[in-house]
């Protein structure tokens, strides 16, 4: 697990970001040095756990392999994912991620209400990396 970016899991699954005390504006990643706003004095960045559930904003699917540096396995075939942009309203940000397995961008739509799940990003014998992925609401695993 990536410290710092989730808390809970299962039902209680979430993404961790930042709420400048001065503006209230929140952010994902954490920043956890300065205020971005430019219109802001700058206040202390307190930990605050995201939404769990918002809406699709924008959505496209990975068909080819990113280059370099990022690393893949050339003996592996690239499996297209649907990656979501999701507006979450009472923070209003955007958080971009991978919808879960099995959802293709066949079954979103602009609007739609998604809902984060803790994922997996990697994992060897010893240790699993967390990631996180985006659901339609309305699906039940
Ligand atoms: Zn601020």
């Known amino acids: 697990m990536i ?3 989730f808390a809970g899991d299962g039902d209680g699954f979430r993404l961790l970001g930042t709420r400048c005390s001065a503006c209230a504006s929140v952010f994902f990643p954490r920043e956890d040095i300065f205020c ?11 930990e605050v756990p995201l ?9 496209t699917d990975s068909r ?20 979501i942009a999701v507006e ?17 961008t066949a079954d979103l739509a602009v609007g739609m209400e998604v809902e984060v799940v803790q ?5 060897d014998e010893e240790t699993t990396w967390t990631t996180w992925h985006w659901r339609p609401a309305e699906v039940t695993a």
């Open 119 to 123: 994922g997996v990003l990697n994992e």
């Open 3 to 5: 410290a710092g970016w």
């Open 88 to 104: 979450l309203a009472s923070e209003r940000i955007v958080v971009l991620g991978q919808a879960v397995p099995g959802v293709s």
């Open 36 to 46: 971005r706003n430019p219109g802001c004095p700058g206040g202390d960045l307190v």
């Open 64 to 83: 080819y392999r990113p280059p370099s540096p990022y690393v893949t396995d050339p003996e592996l075939s690239w499996e297209p994912r649907a990656l």
């Open 51 to 59: 939404s769990r559930r918002g809406r699709v904003w924008s959505y």
